[in-house]
């Protein structure tokens, strides 16, 4: 299999997820959910009339707008 042959795996491997799907797990409204859709940084991928987000993108993402105190951080990575 060759490199190329991975990379194709792999995109057809990701998982997208729905508005709805955002929506529930963040907890957030479905105008909220939307919103998110519009933002520069919050990875989207627009299907024919449809919006969908991939599900690894949208976890990292999450986690950059986590923020996490440095007493909180200093105990995680002890």
């Not at 991975?6 to 995109?11: G, H, I, M, P, S």
């Not at 919050?42 to 949208?58: A, K, M, Q």
Request: charged share 25%; proline share 4%.
């Amino acid at each position: 299999m060759t490199k190329n042959t991975n990379v194709k795996r792999l995109e057809m491997e990701e998982n997208y997820l729905t508005v709805s799907e955002v929506m529930h797990y963040l907890k957030i409204s479905r105008s909220g959910a939307y919103a998110l859709t519009r933002r520069k940084d919050f990875p989207v991928c627009f299907i024919g009339g449809s919006i969908r987000v991939p599900e690894s993108l949208f976890l990292v993402w999450l986690k950059k707008q986590t923020y996490v105190p440095a007493t909180l951080a200093e105990n995680i990575s002890a």
